[in-house]
């Protein structure tokens, strides 16, 4: 993923400060599957100024305090140029599926069933909250959404729904001990 298609994406829209970039992830449910730490997009934004994608379309003065001003901003040529080679590149990426949970299970031997089936049933809850939510989402504004859009959402409910049956799989596991069993292990690899 790359985060600076989305600024720039943004702001092919209108003008943004980064705090309202962040709100409109938000508010298009974009976090669900882009994760961007408020550092990382600010930092971003300010490469991208300095690489003269993106320049100060408006710049609002704050009152009291040390703060500093709040700088709109906006895409300049460059950045329209720049935002056509990412979103074919990104169309272009292939794609291995990325689970957090993933670099820890060849190791689940080694950890407690009951403490792993505690973290997969609050990963688990949270996966179904993501699926209520997304459906929610296309009920209210699936009609009216860009198609592009719509396809994401889409894409992130059929993710969340493979993730769903997965992560029951490995409950099921943990809680019948399955998820420790060393199965054939060599001696050499085992505790």
């Given at each position: 993923m790359s985060i600076r298609l989305i600024i720039l994406g943004l702001l092919q829209e209108r003008n943004y400060h980064p705090y309202e970039i962040r709100q409109t992830i938000k508010a298009r449910n974009w976090h669900h599957t882009f994760r961007i730490r408020d550092g990382s997009l600010y930092y971003a934004v300010d490469q991208m100024h300095e690489d003269g994608l993106i320049e100060v379309a408006e710049t609002i003065a704050v009152q009291g305090g040390n703060r500093p001003d709040k700088l709109v901003y906006r895409i300049t040529d460059k950045g329209k140029a720049t935002f056509q080679e990412l979103i074919y590149g990104e169309l272009g990426e292939s794609f291995v599926p990325q689970h957090p949970m993933f670099a820890a299970l060849p190791f689940a031997r080694h950890a407690d069933d009951a403490r792993m089936a505690e973290i997969i049933a609050k990963q688990l809850e949270a996966c179904l909250t993501r699926i209520a939510h997304l459906r929610e989402v296309l009920s209210v504004k699936g009609s009216w959404l860009?198609?592009?859009?719509?396809?994401?959402?889409?894409?992130?409910?059929?993710?969340?729904?493979?993730?769903?049956?997965?992560?029951?799989?490995?409950?099921?596991?943990?809680?019948?001990?399955?998820?420790?069993?060393?199965?054939?292990?060599?001696?050499?690899?085992?505790?």
């Amino acid at each position: 993923m790359s985060i600076r298609l989305i600024i720039l994406g943004l702001l092919q829209e209108r003008n943004y400060h980064p705090y309202e970039i962040r709100q409109t992830i938000k508010a298009r449910n974009w976090h669900h599957t882009f994760r961007i730490r408020d550092g990382s997009l600010y930092y971003a934004v300010d490469q991208m100024h300095e690489d003269g994608l993106i320049e100060v379309a408006e710049t609002i003065a704050v009152q009291g305090g040390n703060r500093p001003d709040k700088l709109v901003y906006r895409i300049t040529d460059k950045g329209k140029a720049t935002f056509q080679e990412l979103i074919y590149g990104e169309l272009g990426e292939s794609f291995v599926p990325q689970h957090p949970m993933f670099a820890a299970l060849p190791f689940a031997r080694h950890a407690d069933d009951a403490r792993m089936a505690e973290i997969i049933a609050k990963q688990l809850e949270a996966c179904l909250t993501r699926i209520a939510h997304l459906r929610e989402v296309l009920s209210v504004k699936g009609s009216w959404l860009p198609r592009g859009a719509v396809r994401l959402i889409e894409g992130i409910l059929s993710f969340s729904e493979t993730e769903r049956a997965w992560l029951e799989g490995l409950l099921e596991d943990a809680r019948s001990g399955r998820l420790t069993d060393e199965g054939n292990v060599p001696e050499q690899y085992r505790k």
